[in-house]
């Protein structure tokens, strides 16, 4: 089984496609981390996220099972993530190392901006997981202030819309809801919530 998990920064979608995992018992792969791990690798290189070669090399090198998680997470290599993103020819080398992690039995659940759109168009099961910009900044902002992180939530606002608006306005993958996908809004929602009406959704759709 596939499960396809696509949705904007902070939405959620990446805690809970990670329970979804466990439950189903499927691996579980953050296509973010790994823009993000070549962001970092071009950044740890001393070159710039817009230089293509630089990105399109760091993606060639990428190995799924190796990415430093703990390296991936600051705001300064989110941003150049989505720089490097926007990048066609960083997107083509990171597509097939999605797919074929995708191919891994007995399945796997994969979150990312894409993945019901152009990585796994056939998903046994698409959600199009969001929540207001406020939301999100809200939720990114309480998880940063309790890593000792302190931030100032407006421009944690800021920040995500940003790069929604680079998210979702590149000329290759952006950020949208596939025609088959669940849209499933966790404004109103706590992850419990979120999980049991996913669940709900998996299996009305393996019926
Ligand atoms: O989900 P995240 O914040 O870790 O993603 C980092 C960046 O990677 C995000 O700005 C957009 C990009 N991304 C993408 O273009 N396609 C994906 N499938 C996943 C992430």
Same mark, same amino acid.
């Given at each position: 089984? @596939? @499960?396809?998990?696509? +949705?904007?920064?902070?939405?959620?979608?990446?805690? #809970?496609?990670?329970?979804?995992?466990?439950?189903?018992?499927?691996?579980?792969?953050?296509? +973010?981390?790994?823009?993000?791990?070549?962001?970092?690798?071009? #950044?740890?290189?001393?070159?710039?996220?817009?230089?293509?070669? %630089?990105?399109?090399?760091?993606?060639? #090198?990428?190995?799924?099972?190796?990415?430093?998680?703990?390296?991936?997470? $600051?705001?300064?290599?989110?941003?150049?993530?989505?720089?490097?993103?926007?990048?066609?020819?960083?997107?083509?080398?990171?597509?097939?190392?999605?797919?074929?992690?995708?191919?891994?039995?007995?399945?796997?659940?994969?979150?990312?901006?894409?993945? +019901?759109?152009?990585?796994?168009?056939?998903?046994?099961?698409?959600?199009?997981?969001?929540? $207001?910009?406020?939301?999100?900044?809200?939720?990114?902002?309480?998880?940063?202030?309790?890593?000792?992180?302190?931030?100032?939530? %407006?421009?944690?606002?800021?920040?995500?819309?940003?790069?929604? #608006?680079?998210?979702?306005?590149?000329?290759?993958?952006?950020?949208?809801?596939?025609?088959?996908?669940?849209?499933?809004?966790?404004?109103?929602?706590?992850?419990?919530?979120?999980?049991?009406?996913?669940?709900?959704?998996?299996?009305?759709?393996?019926?």
């Amino acid at each position: 089984m @596939i @499960i396809a998990i696509d +949705g904007p920064a902070a939405s959620g979608k990446g805690t #809970l496609a990670r329970k979804i995992a466990a439950h189903y018992e499927l691996h579980y792969l953050d296509t +973010g981390s790994l823009y993000r791990a070549v962001a970092y690798e071009v #950044l740890k290189a001393d070159r710039d996220p817009n230089d293509t070669s %630089a990105a399109f090399s760091a993606a060639e #090198l990428l190995d799924v099972d190796r990415i430093e998680h703990g390296q991936i997470r $600051s705001a300064a290599v989110g941003q150049a993530a989505s720089v490097v993103a926007a990048k066609p020819e960083v997107r083509a080398a990171i597509l097939q190392i999605q797919r074929d992690y995708a191919a891994r039995k007995p399945g796997a659940v994969l979150d990312g901006r894409d993945i +019901g759109t152009v990585v796994c168009p056939d998903a046994d099961v698409k959600l199009f997981v969001t929540a $207001s910009p406020e939301v999100r900044a809200h939720r990114r902002w309480q998880e940063l202030s309790a890593t000792g992180h302190p931030v100032d939530e %407006a421009e944690v606002l800021a920040e995500i819309t940003e790069r929604d #608006l680079r998210d979702t306005s590149r000329d290759i993958a952006p950020l949208r809801q596939a025609e088959d996908a669940y849209l499933l809004d966790t404004s109103n929602l706590d992850i419990e919530a979120a999980f049991d009406t996913a669940v709900g959704i998996i299996e009305s759709a393996k019926k």
